[in-house]
């Protein structure tokens, strides 16, 4: 059985929208994600941050890098989405 391990990476303008929505939040500390079988594709729209003040951000590339054996990490990049 596979180790599947996820990651959250952001653009600039996403840490830097992340970091105003949540000011004290600790680096280390996880963002939930949604279960594996309905894991993000690139283009879905992600709402983070704190209840009631959640803010859209899209995912623009989802990665995969093999660990070793049965080891996988995901990694999710995102970035704000385009407001025309």
Request: some cysteine; proline content about 11%; charged content about 25%.
């Amino acid at each position: 059985m596979s180790h599947i391990q996820f990651d959250i990476e952001w653009t600039e303008a996403a840490s830097q929208k992340i970091e105003r929505l949540m000011p004290k939040r600790n680096p280390e500390t996880p963002i939930a994600l949604p279960p594996i079988e309905c894991l993000p594709m690139e283009g879905d729209v992600l709402f983070l941050g704190p209840v009631g003040k959640q803010q859209p951000f899209v995912v623009v590339e989802r990665q995969y890098h093999h660990e070793g054996e049965a080891d996988w990490t995901i990694v999710l990049i995102l970035d704000v989405p385009d407001e025309h």
